[in-house]
């Protein structure tokens, strides 16, 4: 690890820890608290002079892999730490763009970096934000390859008069480490409330989805979902269909909490669901991850349910909020993609107990209990994220807005 | 009462927040798995290529304790220097704290250690350091905190899980005995514990097997309706203890093992009343690894998840190797170089940078970190510890291969063998079936008094078996000790017949119960023909197999006698509690009044009473003792009474625990005065105000009295009506009583 006598330690220590005893349940708090972290770890970090945003990037590198290491399978723990990346390239880079605005400096980079230059400079620094986006282009990423260099220069560079009120030579260095800084720590606040935000934001537009006397149907809890439900109920009237998911049976705590609101449901058994969904509208779902390709990883029983709704047409509609947005393909190897968990949940070890043990050659009985179902893109309609409605095929253009490519593997 | 006065503030406090503490017993105290244990204690053994201790402690932590205290005794500085390398001693909310003795033989000595040191304050987990679990504490300890309050008296839950015994061998999965618990369905609490042991080892050598019989107390059934008697449940070994389990270690130094002596001492000692209770887990595992079988079970068992989160891929993940869960439970840790046509069969664990050649097979082993496995090499059943090399052609079937060991070129290893550290195995040698092979030579039985720890059990155990009730209830592992054959006498250099031309090793003579019962304990599958041979043998003596026959304690047989025996009974037992009395009031020679109180005591577990029972007869005997002087008048005899309850009426409080007593005594006064002794029927209010004065009977239990009587018929209210006033008085005092009371505090 880097960190000399770094504060963050014992913090990032005790997070591994409880991710690896797989203390955080769902996707949601395990990517608020990873952004917390990452935000101690920025603003705890000491930056050297030169090379600032690669000395952060490093940091919160070198921490992001020992937190992907304990809990592989919450893809969101990763999914944040590329985004903290994304956004210290992205803050360095606008810091860059910034200075050579104000002390219009442009001749000695390369083209393309002038022409955006040269392009926020028309329309004021309030525009900060477009400049950002369209940094954010891939074909624009060589610039960001360029950061380091351009934040040296940047160093050397005299100071200039709209910028310098209180400021001396000296301490300039200072200031634009603690701006970086403040910046990223800003970001990552940012984002935070995003993931805070993420179910309201994907509620909002539930009306727009489900119409009067709709049959939904669904598999398992999700808690975007029932916000989604939640919010289309108070205008709305129509009824659930709860497929119950084994062995967990979330679905049935969903349909309490789905009663308390007064919505008609109704559950089912898993294998209902087949006989079920011709009297569907549509399949709203959550989802545990969506990888970069469309397709997405959900709790197990989702791809039945996908295959079922492709045969009956019915739409098939995934709720993600922007942190289960993952850089990876699922082909990767790298990739986890399921979690087998502790076969108990489905038999009873009492009852079970005699039958495990190896006659010669291998044990008679084996027992899996995956957690999860990859269900490709073809099989999803669509995606409703906190920014929108999305065509699966659309995904891999906002791993694009959100990510950067350095970082896909850390 | 006031003998127990300290030991009640002691525990009364327990409400003010204490960390969740653990004691964790880094030593047996037992010798099931040597030799390995002679060269590393067994909690540092790889379990999957994790030490056993790390799943314990992983456990605790995730389960929320707070403070953990290692006790080591044998091989401590190994434990020690493993703990302080490890991650534990500096976690935030976790404390790990060592506690180190030489001198302890058995749990019983460690727990008195850990008393001395007065570092548990509070309720504790109890666990030794071989245990495997992922079941929450909240739950079990909610429970017994919540029992505790009630019932001072309940000072352990134990926590136990469904398991069935295979029916033949009579025999856990884990290769414990069957085990046979009974518990209260309703309140849990645990009313026998008893390992089964059927075929004991040397009857079954002449091919004779014991009848199986359960002897219960008969005393169980009395006050409950339902008791359950179950063999399908397996002990954890997790026990959620109070602080006074530590001090009952304490008064009952020869309380050695937890379960053969303090369970069952507890159980039968009923003088102090502590009761034990179980919590029993169905979706949760915890076993404890107590022999080999039990190790490659619990083995088994982590890799087919039933233990997560403490799985392989899990417990081994870090940014450096990680531990890659692949089909069919096959774990891949990183560096693992496989030859192509090498085949890597199910539920098999491959540690980091080790090799395996062309052609080579591995099922259902587990293989640790460096290990060089050749050409053509099968491993099937195997748990094979790190660094070891393993050469072409080489078979190996269920065994155990510890660090560092060398099997060369062709040689074959038969089921059931255990290769400790560094032992060469010669090329083309056979191991036979259930060898031992070690590089430290066998103790002779002499030596073992003074030398390491892991040895001390022997000599304790034989210490033991003098003693009959031990020896009788569980002769499972003592009576094994004495049927050693000593037959291989080695010299220092090491002998090709054991361990091959190039081999190295001490090849060590089977000790605890002969070649017969090795397969119960050893990694290897029950052999078919074991199998075959224990059915035959059933099948002779079916009939006895169901007949679980209740023989009550003392001679008494059937359970319907019991009714009318009852009666009988109450009489007998007034009858002895009186004399026993009047002997002290005569003032027999050395009768004393504590002679008084444990004699009744006696007398109570022997009629199997309540305290109310002896308070009620008591009480009679006190007032006989008042008849018998003369009284021509009323007034007479309440003076005669008043000073014979000055003199005994603190003879009466010991039996006296609780206001249920106290409630009793004023029924059987009642009686009294209604039918045998009618000339107390007038002084019935002033002698329980006399009663009331001497402390005999507080105001609580009178007033339940009163109220209990308001609805009774108008005949059975005589009394009522005569003590009204006084009933009325202390209806009224209490509040100045109580602020009284308040200010003295």
């Known amino acids: ?410 | 009462m006031a003998k127990k006065g300290a030991r009640t503030t002691e525990m009364a406090d327990y409400e003010v927040h204490v960390p969740l503490q653990a004691v964790l017993l880094a030593d047996s105290f037992a010798q099931k798995f040597r030799p390995i244990t002679l060269e590393r204690p067994k909690m540092l053994l790889p379990l999957v290529n994790v030490p056993m201790i790390d799943y314990t402690l992983e456990w605790l932590a995730s389960a929320g304790v707070e403070e953990c205290f290692v006790f080591c005794c044998a091989h401590a500085n190994q434990i020690t220097s493993h703990l302080n390398k490890s991650p534990w001693m500096s976690q935030p909310d976790f404390t790990v704290s060592i506690i180190e003795s030489h001198d302890c033989v058995s749990a019983g000595d460690a727990l008195r250690v850990i008393e001395q040191r007065g570092v548990v304050r509070g309720d504790f987990v109890l666990v030794s350091g071989d245990t495997v679990s992922n079941m929450s504490l909240t739950e079990v300890l909610k429970e017994h905190q919540e029992r505790r309050k009630k019932d001072k008296l309940a000072v352990m839950t134990m926590v136990v899980k469904k398991s069935k015994p295979s029916p033949l061998t009579y025999q856990t999965r884990l290769g414990n005995d069957e085990l046979l618990l009974m518990i209260d369905p309703q309140s849990k609490q645990l009313l026998h514990y008893d390992a089964v042991r059927e075929p004991g080892s040397r009857d079954s050598l002449q091919g004779n097997y014991v009848q199986r019989h359960v002897s219960l107390d008969r005393s169980i059934f009395h006050d409950r309706p339902v008791v359950q008697l179950s063999n399908n449940l397996q002990d954890c070994h997790i026990d959620i203890c109070s602080p006074e389990v530590l001090l009952l270690f304490t008064d009952n130094f020869d309380y050695q093992q937890l379960r053969r002596d303090f369970v069952k001492g507890l159980l039968s000692d009923e003088i102090m009343g502590n009761k034990i209770f179980t919590y029993e887990i169905s979706n949760e595992y915890a076993a404890r690894v107590d022999n080999l079988r039990a190790y490659d079970v619990v083995s088994q068992d982590i890799i087919h998840r039933w233990t997560y989160p403490m799985v392989p891929d899990i417990l081994c993940a870090g940014p450096k190797a990680s531990m890659r869960l692949e089909r069919c439970n096959v774990y891949k840790e990183g560096g693992v170089i496989l030859a192509r046509t090498a085949m890597i069969g199910e539920n098999t664990v491959l540690g980091e940078d080790t090799t395996v050649g062309d052609n080579s097979s591995i099922q259902q082993s587990v293989i640790g970190r460096g290990c060089t496995i050749g050409k053509n090499v099968v491993i099937e059943g195997c748990h094979i510890w790190d660094d070891v090399r393993i050469e072409d052609y080489v078979q190996l079937r269920y065994s155990v291969v510890c660090d560092g060991a060398t099997v060369k070129k062709g040689a074959i290893l038969e089921p059931g063998v255990v290769l400790s550290f560094r032992v060469v195995i010669g090329s083309e040698f056979r191991v036979p079936a259930y060898s031992k092979i070690s590089m430290v030579p066998q103790p002779t039985e002499e030596d073992s008094s003074d030398e390491e720890l892991e040895y001390a059990d022997v000599a304790s155990g034989r210490a033991d078996s003098p003693r009959s009730p031990f020896t009788e209830d569980q002769s499972t592992r003592n009576g094994s000790i004495s049927g050693d054959e000593d037959d291989t006498a080695e010299g220092p250099n090491w002998d090709p017949i054991e361990v091959g031309e190039t081999g190295a090793g001490y090849r060590w003579a089977v000790r605890d119960g002969g070649q017969e019962e090795e397969w119960r304990h050893s990694v290897a599958p029950i052999p078919p023909e074991k199998i075959q041979e224990i059915a035959a043998a059933n099948s002779e003596h079916d009939v006895e197999e169901v007949d679980y026959d209740i023989r009550a304690l003392g001679g008494r047989d059937s359970l319907e006698e019991e009714e009318d025996e009852d009666e009988e009974e109450e009489d007998d037992f007034e009858k002895e509690v009186a004399e026993t009395f009047l002997r002290a009031a005569r003032g027999v020679s050395g009768v004393q009044q504590e002679h008084v109180v444990i004699e009744v005591n006696s007398l109570k577990l022997a009629f199997n009473k309540t305290f109310a029972d002896c308070a009620g007869a008591m009480f009679k005997a006190i007032i006989d003792l008042a008849l018998e002087a003369p009284h021509p008048t009323a007034k007479e005899l309440l003076s005669i009474t008043k000073d014979v309850f000055s003199r005994w009426g603190s003879l009466l409080c010991k039996f006296l625990k609780g206001s249920d007593d106290e409630h009793e005594v004023l029924l059987t006064f009642e009686e009294i005065c209604i039918e045998s002794h009618k000339e107390f029927a007038p002084l019935f209010s002033q002698v329980l105000h006399m009663l009331y004065d001497i402390d005999v009977v507080s105001e609580d239990a009178i007033i339940a009295w009163a109220s209990e009587k308001q609805y009774a018929d108008e005949s059975d209210k005589v009394f009522l009506k005569q003590s009204e006033k006084f009933i009325q008085w202390l209806k009224e005092a209490p509040e100045e009583e109580d602020e009284d009371e308040e200010d003295d505090t």
Request: aromatic fraction near 4%; charge should be negative; include cysteine.
């Open chain 1, 1 to 410: 690890m880097v960190g000399t006598t770094s504060g963050y330690e014992a913090a990032v220590d005790q997070f591994v820890t409880k991710m690896r005893r797989r203390q955080v349940v769902g996707s949601q708090s395990s990517a608020k608290l990873t952004a917390e972290l990452l935000r101690l770890v920025v603003s705890h970090q000491r930056l050297p002079s030169s090379g600032q945003a690669a000395a952060l990037i490093e940091a919160v590198k070198a921490v992001g892999v020992r937190i992907i290491a304990a809990n592989p399978i919450e893809l969101a723990l990763g999914n944040i730490v590329r985004r903290v990346l994304h956004i210290i390239r992205e803050e360095d880079v606008s810091l860059a763009s910034d200075s050579i605005l104000d002390s219009t400096l442009d001749s000695d980079d390369e083209d393309e970096f002038g022409n955006v230059a040269r392009q926020s400079a028309l329309s004021a620094v309030s525009v900060a934000a477009a400049t950002r986006n369209t940094l954010r282009a891939p074909s624009l990423y060589n610039l960001l390859e360029s950061v380091p260099g351009t934040a040296a220069t940047q160093v050397a560079r005299v100071p200039s008069a709209t910028e310098s009120e209180a400021r001396s030579r000296s301490g300039d260095r200072n200031l634009m480490s603690r701006k970086l800084k403040h910046n990223v720590i800003e970001a990552i606040t940012e984002l935070l409330q995003e993931i805070d935000n993420c179910h309201s934001q994907v509620a909002e537009q539930a009306l727009e989805h489900i119409h009067q006397n709709e049959v939904i149907l669904t598999l398992g809890r999700s808690v975007t979902l029932r916000e989604f439900l939640k919010e289309a109920k108070k205008k709305r009237s129509f009824q659930v269909v709860i497929a119950e998911g084994a062995p967990r049976y979330q679905g049935h705590m969903l349909a309490r909490e789905l009663a308390d609101v007064d919505l008609q449901t109704t559950v089912i058994t898993d294998s209902a669901v087949f006989a079920m969904i011709s009297r569907v509208n549509m399949v709203i779902v959550g989802a545990h991850a969506v990888m970069a390709n469309g397709g997405v990883v959900a709790p197990v029983g989702l791809h039945m349910v996908a295959l079922a709704a492709r045969r009956h047409a019915v739409p098939f509609v995934v709720l993600a909020g922007v942190h289960k947005l993952c850089p990876q393909y699922p082909h990767n190897p790298d990739t986890l993609l399921n979690d087998l968990k502790s076969p108990s949940e489905i038999i009873d070890f009492g009852e079970f107990s005699d039958c495990l043990d190896g006659s010669p050659g291998g044990s008679r009985t084996h027992v899996v209990n995956p957690s999860f179902d990859y269900v490709p893109p073809e099989l999803v309609s669509l995606f409703i994220t906190d920014t929108g409605g999305h065509n699966p095929s659309y995904v891999y253009r906002l791993v694009a807005e959100y990510y950067s490519p350095e970082d896909y593997v850390l």
